[in-house]
Nanobody, 124 residues
Framework: QVQLVESGGGLVQPGGSLGLSCAAS????????MAWFRQAAGKEREFVSA????????NSADSVKGRFTISRDNAKNTVYLQMNSLKPEDTAVYFC?????????????????WGQGTQVTVSS
């Protein structure tokens, strides 16, 4: 059973940076894919970025391209999301997710494993 624990959320001013981490318990195989999603108040959960565990292929939503970077550390079983040039519209609860198949898919329903979420608030 895979468990995911996010950390690193908080309050940041517009234009600032914040880094999120997601630590996965258990063995992570090269065929797995991990992703970040976010959900703003009153809105549906939306895809942010994904990374394949074996070859580090990545895919990101257009809204965060050039500002957010997803990466992973095999030794630590951890995936990261570095967020730069943050905007108020980036305010949301950010969730880490995992699926045991290869593929940078963007549908939340395809990811069976989820973390508890961490709040990111961008405000002056």
């Amino acid at each position: 059973q895979v468990q995911l624990v996010e950390s690193g959320g908080g309050l940041v001013q517009p234009g600032g940076s914040l880094g999120l981490s997601c630590a996965a318990s258990g063995r992570i195989f090269s065929t797995y894919t991990m992703a970040w999603f976010r959900q703003a108040a009153g809105k549906e959960r939306e895809f942010v970025s994904a990374i394949t565990w074996g070859d580090s292929m990545t895919n990101s939503a257009d809204s965060v391209k050039g500002r957010f970077t997803i990466s992973r550390d095999n030794a630590k079983n951890t995936v990261y999301l570095q967020m730069n040039s943050l905007k108020p519209e980036d305010t949301a609860v950010y969730f880490c997710a995992l699926k045991k198949t290869y593929g940078l898919l963007r549908s939340a329903s395809l990811y069976p494993y989820w973390g508890q979420g961490t709040q990111v608030t961008v405000s002056s």
